[in-house]
């Protein structure tokens, strides 16, 4: 993406680095940190749409941002994240929402997408 669409790689990355130094200040805390960007599909035609909990192993800052349209291209996929809760805390992403937190202390998942594409663009700025 770098190459491809350098300016869109800016924006992400920028997004990133002002969530950490507002919210967390981590990034100052390592010399160097390394943006790791995928695009995911999570497609029911091919398998299991879904992501048990996890966390992103050295990912000091993760953003996931919602490409495809809830209810017209995918059924469930909701974000949540731990908390109190057991079932944790529920994030509905509508298409170009994003969220961003600290993926590899806050442990996350997504309900299982029940029907069609899911698509995210998914940033870890990596300390490794």
């Known amino acids: 993406m ?3 669409q350098p300016s869109l790689y800016r924006k992400i990355s920028a ?3 002002y969530a950490s ?3 967390w200040g981590i990034l100052d805390e390592y010399e160097h940190s390394y943006p790791e960007m995928e695009y995911i599909v999570y497609d029911t035609s091919e398998g299991d749409g879904m992501i ?3 966390v992103d192993n050295y990912s000091l800052v ?3 941002c919602l490409l495809s349209t809830p ?3 995918f059924t469930g996929g909701v ?3 731990k908390c109190s809760r057991e079932e944790g805390y529920k994030v509905p992403l509508q298409r170009g929402d994003m969220v961003l937190f600290r993926g590899e202390k806050l442990q996350h998942w997504i309900t299982p997408v029940t029907s069609g594409r899911r698509c995210i663009l998914q940033n870890e700025l990596s300390r490794i």
Do not use: P, W, Y
């Open 62 to 64: 993760t953003l996931v």
């Open 79 to 81: 974000n949540c994240f």
């Open 2 to 4: 770098r190459l491809q």
């Open 15 to 17: 997004a990133s680095k």
């Open 71 to 73: 209810g017209l291209d």
């Open 52 to 54: 048990e909990k996890h």
């Open 21 to 23: 130094d507002r919210l």
